[in-house]
């Protein structure tokens, strides 16, 4: 059998290394025809550069973050997969006579690839400082888009890249310009609102040719004869009606292009800001110089590594006979993801996405013949308008525009070319299969003048092997127009529709005769195998076959079978999945040649499941608004961090003499370790040092975790745990020195048995000695006397936090033994403590301050700690500032999860469906450590109710040990586990008994009126407001009507079906553990008036500070601009709680109350003696001046709540509930298990909002980040070694762009006047509850799913099947039940396992 890959990221290590050491001398003397220069020169935000000793090791970021200082190019995960370093480059195009503007990863391309181009970062488009911010910029802070605002620089770019070649683009092309970003917090519907605040669609028309309407608009670039037009005679031309001579196609020109000033002028943002016109002529513009200029080869580089850019195809050809081996790199798109994270070291570079001759087209003899280094976004493009315009011929264009749609993002698609593509001959490429089932050929040359021609079908021999030849380049690359006869079809299926990498990819070709006999037939998969392969037998099948007969169909799948014969441990996984979908897609291929063919066919079954454009409300008025408080005031860093000002702790500039940090991470899951030799590290260029566990000064030094106890170890001592376990932690002056010298560290280890899920570890009885209990009633008696009884599993598997900014820190020591933490933390107090501890320093002596994070959401709660703690270490031993940041795949590997959960339970119900009782064991998988897993279980425990009734319970949560990294908080905090078993049950209940899931939730509200209480005997008070929300929602949604239009859609769909679900939610405020319910504040008023506070709240991008601001300015009557906050440090505020459990707002907002009525009482007769219209200069002058104390510090804590477990009466856990409910509808292709969530309302109760618009966006972004949680994100460990294999982007699928419900809409209960609230302006926190409400679309599948078993033949539908979270597409497809996810059903032999483990 064939070694069978998914690979997204099988780690390989390949021999990558070109040892031989090259010279810039030794290469121009070798090639001394070739007129190199050794110092590059380009533009960077209109200014010119020259960089005379290029770092040939730097990427674009690295040049522009450390060469240029510009650190608002931001680096989330350099491998191309986040958007967050996007770039825009522009340059002239000699051919079309224009400037083209391209968005590109500058974490993928390298330095060398701007030379002679116009660079652009988010400082060159607009900067707060001189009022100059660009429109995008503006807009995006002002509709709330920017949160963290980690991921915003790049959005801004990607967006400003778009409007550069298209000023008024349509919402569609809106839609696809965000394609390669992500964003972790805003769950995305604020940044596509405010960027369709461009579209077409919103603006008024131009006017500037007669019968001038917004679609056919000369903006638009394109109405339909246009673009018959263009593509007829081949010209792509620019987008405004003058074509080439459009004045923003012209270097430096003033322009007279169209401004939409006027209309602009009326354009405001949802809270009435205005916002500024969007001025095309007024961007910047492009350098004449570089217009003119001649191209010149370039070669520079060191020991280490050299680089080369050839102008013409000649000089590369000459290259590479006199360097055969050495790497030609295009888009670097796969060479960079290889040097990255693969480790490979190419010495020898050649950049060839620069040639003329390598990137130019025409259509010629019957096909589209392309340079072999054009880039896809032009293949795409030209591919577009020749499906367009050509009809059937057109078709293998069409199958590539189809497949780019989904290939990768817009900035990878910019950069990536076909040649790339091709020599690197992945099995999951989705242009190879189009290559080979198309019938194309490439040439390949040399330098010697042979030429030769390959088909496509014969190029790829092996795993990434194709027959190029040392010394060739491949040059061109012919794809025939579709014969007459011939029908072609390209799909693809991954876990993400955008931006991801296949599990199966395949294109399908038949050549019919006229009695529709199949003359030749090209079945060409990707997925299913360790190339892309024809499959031989069900062509040969094919071949001479009637093709519009059932049995032909049927005898394909059987031959399809026989061609991919995959066992269920297959590397790569999902063996059944992959099987049922190379048959899905014929039969899906088969329609549609039945439908070119005009005969009958099922049409649901071609049916792509389409995005569409997003579109929401958020009902934004605010009853309870008040002078300041209540309103909807963008988050006060928004302006700052769209324009890449805001300061992250990995932008502080580099310290003098600092060392950078790179951990030693082990590399097995549990073993005794044998022996560590770290002495070759050392030899390595700039390495300074190796700290491990004898730098400590005690064994005890070693140990830290959660207060009060510590239990984990900082550094592994006899035996490693989990894969990735810290041994020691280089430092050296050069961060790849670093990290070249942490591989050198050799470890001998003893192996011992791994325990990598809960499964595993129930059957081996690992667990933490902490179990808790709480017993309500009498819960078996409950079920003897039940009408019903049931018992069943509900399961759901861990989420990767996939903030944007990974773990770090800078550690700088000062004068007396001090240290200065700046950290990415949302745990000063922590930071601060164990720095101390594992120093030996006293905590006086060290401060951490922390400016923002770049997200956190609870990964940073306790596991930044470590990092922190060992910088710090190394900070006093080598008395030199170290800086310490995680790679993002190693903080992957190490920083911990979400608990995945495994809940067994039994439920009874009485004859009305009332719940009697509740019988569970919720299991959960702490890792290898507690960390915070005892609080995590315990809220799961409180959660597993939900918003119902259960008179008689007994919970009991259980930690098991696992020797997986130590998972952690995550934004619910077990909440959503806990509530997840709840819902499975009623739907679990539901589908038993045949009734609607809402009738069981109905029955089993709480009953205010008996003085009901929860499963751990909290009174519920009339706080509780679910059935209210729960009906306002269903009547704003229509409810009702969406499950009569969803029945009907369902009756006329075989296929494609449509699913409802409503889901509430309710979730307990306050923090587990008692102590931590409290908060501080410091205010100083200075003598001009003007405020700074200081919290103990951390800004992660949850909009605190901008909260406190509005508390502190309404308290002190002063405008919220009076009102600064600087940073947290555990210098103003110490003994801080982290920012978590959605109370910093309710703690510090209190404190911070608290401090202002202190200095309101001191001002008091200041304001009565200058009266009511003083200024708060005048009174705190003269409050100085009276020598009165003009600082005040707040204290809060929370009263009446400590739940104590194991007491017969406890107090409330407790102090209010944030409530809320999700109405969701689904519309699931069954054939391949792809879904999109068609409208999404959300409602929650809020109490009075300190700021609507920042309590939407927590909304907007917990949900999404929830709808991931139960859909799409899932953590995988590989079975043979206990490793993470979902590390990075590309591995690890968090929802995108287009994943955002089609109609989102977000409102906030109504009628209430929360006069009960004792909290901070009576507002409620609102961090974590909606993120439970994300498995609405979970249900909503179910519901799809159910509809499509019946339609089946299963009369149960849905009944039985796994109560199971993620519900994946491979999940989805599997549980269609038809016939072909039978055929394609992989059993497993005896003692064959999953190739991967979900812990
Ligand atoms: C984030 C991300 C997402 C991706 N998504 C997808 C996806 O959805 N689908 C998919 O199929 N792929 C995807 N890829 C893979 C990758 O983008 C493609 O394989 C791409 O086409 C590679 O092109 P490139 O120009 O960037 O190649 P490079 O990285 O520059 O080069 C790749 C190989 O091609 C060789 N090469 C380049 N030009 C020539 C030439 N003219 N002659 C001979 N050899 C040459 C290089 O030496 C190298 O060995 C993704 C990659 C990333 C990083
Ligand atoms: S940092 Fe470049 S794409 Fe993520
Ligand atoms: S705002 Fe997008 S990742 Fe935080």
């Known amino acids: 059998m064939p070694l069978v890959v998914y690979e997204p990221l099988i ?8 040892c031989t050491t090259h010279s810039v001398s030794s290469i121009s003397t070798a090639l001394p025809e070739i007129p190199f220069k050794s110092t590059l020169h380009f533009y960077l935000n209109g200014k010119p550069k020259i960089v005379k000793k290029p770092d040939p090791e730097a990427i674009l970021i690295d040049y522009i973050r450390n060469s240029a200082h ?45 030379e002679g181009k116009h660079l652009i970062t988010v400082e060159g488009i607009g900067q707060l400082e001189n009022d100059s911010l660009h429109p995008t910029q503006e807009r995006i802070a002002k509709f709330h888009g920017s949160q963290c605002g980690f991921c915003t620089p790049g959005i801004v770019m990607s967006l400003y890249s778009l409007l550069r070649n298209n000023s008024t683009p349509s919402k569609e092309q809106i839609s696809e310009a965000f394609d390669g970003n992500l964003c972790r917090c805003t769950g995305y519907m604020p940044i596509i609102d405010a960027a369709y605040t461009f579209a077409i669609e919103n603006q008024p028309e131009c006017g500037s040719q007669p019968g001038c309407a917004k679609v056919n608009c000369c903006r638009n670039g394109k109405s339909a004869a246009e673009v018959v037009k263009q593509v007829a005679d081949f010209k792509l031309e620019a987008v405004c009606a003058k074509g080439v001579d459009c004045c923003r196609n012209k270097p430096e020109s003033n322009g007279t292009a169209h401004s939409n000033e006027t209309d602009m002028n009326a354009l405001f943002t949802p809270n009435g800001l205005p916002l500024k016109p969007y001025a095309p002529q007024l961007d910047l513009p492009f350098p004449k110089v ?24 000649q000089q590369l050809l000459e290259i590479l006979y006199v360097y055969p081996h050495a790497k030609l790199v295009g888009g670097a798109s796969e060479v960079q993801v290889e040097v990255k994270l693969k480790n490979a070291d190419y010495k020898l570079n050649v950049y060839c996405n620069d040639i003329a001759e390598l990137k130019s087209w025409k ?45 990768a993002g817009r900035q990878i698609r910019n950069a990536a070319t076909p040649a790339g593509a091709i020599v690197t001959a992945s099995p999951i490429s989705d242009l190879n299969p189009i290559l080979v089932a198309g019938g194309c050929h490439l040439i390949v040359e040399s330098f010697a003048g042979n030429v030769k021609t390959f088909a496509l079908r014969d190029f790829f021999v092996g795993y990434r092997k194709t027959l190029l030849e040392p010394g060739y380049i491949i040059t061109k690359i012919f794809i025939p127009q579709t014969a007459p006869g011939a029908f072609i079809h390209a799909y693809k299926q991954s876990k993400r529709k955008d931006d991801d990498i296949a599990i199966v990819t395949a294109c399908l070709q038949v050549e019919l005769d006229d009695a529709r006999i199949v003359k030749d037939a090209c079945l060409v998969y990707g997925g299913m ?23 032909t169909l049927e005898g394909t799948f059987h031959h399809l079978e026989l061609d991919f014969p995959l066992g269920f441990g297959v590397p790569g996984g999902m063996a059944s999945y992959r099987k049922t979908l190379t048959l899905s897609f014929f039969y899906k291929f088969f329609n549609y040649v039945l439908q070119s063919l005009e005969m009958p066919f099922e049409a649901d079954s071609l049916a792509e499941v389409t995005r569409g454009k997003p579109e929401g409300k958020r009902d934004i008025v605010n009853p309870f608004e008040t002078e300041i408080v209540g309103k909807s005031n963008p988050h006060l860093a928004a302006l700052r961090q769209v324009t890449g000002e805001a300061v992250y702790a990995s932008d502080i500039s580099p310290q003098f003499n600092e060392l950078c940090a790179i951990p030693v991470l082990l590399t097995k899951a549990h073993a005794k370790i044998l022996s560590v030799d770290w002495l070759a590290a050392l030899e390595v260029d700039t390495v300074e040092g190796y700290l491990d566990i004898n730098d400590l000064p005690s064994k005890l030094a070693n140990l830290w975790g959660v207060n009060p106890a510590g239990m984990e170890e900082f550094f592994a001592d006899t035996h490693v745990y989990y894969y990735g376990q810290t041994i020691g932690v280089v430092l050296a002056t050069d961060p790849e020195r670093a990290r070249e010298a942490a591989r050198l560290v050799k470890v001998e280890y003893e192996d011992l048995t791994a325990v990598i899920s809960i499964e595993d570890a129930i059957d081996q009885s690992s667990y933490f000695a902490d179990n808790r209990v709480t017993e309500k009633g009498d819960w078996e008696a409950a079920f003897a006397g039940s009408k019903h009884v049931f018992e069943n599993t509900s399961r759901i598997g861990a989420q990767e936090h996939f903030y944007f900014e990974t773990q770090g820190c800078l550690v700088i020591p000062e004068e007396d033994g001090e240290l200065k933490v700046y950290a990415s933390t949302q745990n000063p107090t922590e930071t601060q403590e164990y720095a101390a501890h594992i120093t030996g320093v006293p905590s006086s002596k060290v401060v951490v301050r922390v400016k923002r994070l770049g997200g956190g959401f609870g990964g940073k709660e306790t596991r930044s700690v470590c990092w922190s703690s060992l910088a710090a270490l190394g900070a006093k031993k080598f008395k030199r500032p170290v800086r310490m940041f995680l790679s993002r795949s190693d903080d992957m590997l190490v920083a911990g999860q979400r608990h995945p959960f495994l809940m067994k339970w039994k439920i009874g119900l009485d004859e009305s469906l009332r719940f009697t009782g509740l019988d569970a064991t919720l299991y959960a998988n702490a890792g290898w450590s507690m960390d915070l897993t005892r609080g995590v279980v315990d809220r799961a425990v409180f959660h597993a109710a939900n918003a119902y009734h259960i008179p008689n319970a007994r919970l009991e949560g259980i930690p098991c040990k696992t020797n997986t990294a130590s998972n952690t908080a995550f934004r619910g905090f077990g909440g959503p586990q806990g509530m997840f078993m709840a819902e499975t049950i009623v739907v679990d209940v539901a589908e038993r008994l045949g009734v609607d899931p809402d009738l069981i939730r109905e029955r089993n509200y709480y009953d205010l009126a008996a003085g009901q209480t929860t499963t751990y005997k909290q009174l519920v008070s ?30 006329n769909h075989k296929w494609v079906k449509r699913g409802l679900a409503h889901v509430p939610t309710m979730f307990g405020i306050a923090f587990g553990v008692t102590f931590l319910n409290q908060g501080g504040a410091l205010i100083h008023i200075h003598q001009d008036g003007s405020v700074l506070v200081s919290h103990g709240g951390t800004e992660m991008g949850q909009g605190l500070h901008t909260k406190m601001a509005m508390i502190a300015a309404e308290e002190l009557n002063v405008p919220l601009l009076g009102v600064f906050i600087s940073e947290t440090s555990t210098q103003s505020v110490a003994n801080t709680s982290a920012t978590a459990a959605s109370a910093s707002s309710d703690l510090n907002g209190m404190a911070v109350k608290d401090a202002c009525d202190q200095l309101n009482e001191r001002l008091r007769p200041i304001r009565e003696k200058l009266g009511p219209g003083a200024s708060m200069a005048n009174i705190a002058k003269t409050a100085y001046l009276e020598r009165v104390n003009l600082s005040a510090n707040g204290f809060y804590k929370t009263p009446d709540i400590g739940y104590e477990w194991g007491v017969p009466n406890p107090k409330p856990a407790f102090s209010y509930y944030t409530q809320g409910s999700a109405i969701c509808t689904v519309e699931v292709d069954t054939l391949t298990g792809d879904w999109t969530c068609l409208e999404a309302h959300v409602k929650m109760d809020i109490g009075r909002p300190i700021n609507q618009a920042i309590d939407y966006g927590q909304i907007e972004g917990a949900f999404v980040q929830g709808m991931g949680l139960f859909t799409l994100e899932q953590s995988l460990w590989l079975r043979h070694n206990g490793a993470l294999f979902t590390r990075g982007p590309g591995a690890y699928k968090i929802p995108g762009f287009r994943d955002v419900p089609q109609v989102f809409n977000i409102s906030m209960l109504k009628n209430r006047d929360f006069k009960h609230l004792k909290t901070i302006r009576r507002s409620k926190g609102i961090g974590e509850p909606p993120l439970f409400l994300g498995c609405c679309v979970l249900f909503a599948i179910r519901n799809a799913l159910d509809a499509a078993r019946r339609e089946h033949g299963i009369a149960g539908g849905s009944r039985g099947l796994p109560l199971i979270s993620p519900l994946t597409t491979d999940r989805i497809r599997g549980f269609v039940g038809d016939t072909i996810s039978g055929y394609g059903e992989v059993v497993p032999k005896d003692g064959e396992r999953d190739f991967f483990v979900e812990a």
């Open 11 to 18: 780690f390989y290590t390949f021999p990558y290394y070109s």
């Open 70 to 114: 510009l650190a608002g190019t931001k680096l989330g995960c350099a491998e191309g997969g986040c958007g967050a370093c996007t770039v825009t480059v522009a340059e002239f195009d000699h051919d079309l006579k224009r400037v083209t503007y391209k968005a590109l990863n500058s974490c993928i391309v390298p330095l060398i690839s701007v």
């Open 1022 to 1051: 009339d706080d509780y407001s679910v059935p209210d929300i729960v009906a306002q929602n269903k009547e704003e949604a229509n409810f009702d009507g969406l499950r009569n239009e969803i029945s009907e859609f369902n009756r």
């Open 363 to 407: 259509f010629t003899n019957g096909g589209l013949e392309i340079g072999a280094n054009i880039s896809l976004s032009d293949l795409e493009m030209i591919c577009e308008n020749l499906a367009h315009t050509m009809g059937h011929a057109g078709q293998i264009y069409g199958a590539l525009a189809q497949q780019f749609k989904f290939f």
């Open 529 to 551: 195998a360790a190339l892309t392969v024809e499959s031989p037998k069900a062509q040969a099948f094919l071949r001479d076959r009637k093709f519009d007969e059932k049995a």
């Open 290 to 313: 570089l217009q003119s200029r001649e191209a010149t080869p370039v070669l520079y580089g060191n020991g280490h590594k050299m680089w080369i850019k050839p102008t013409t195809k």
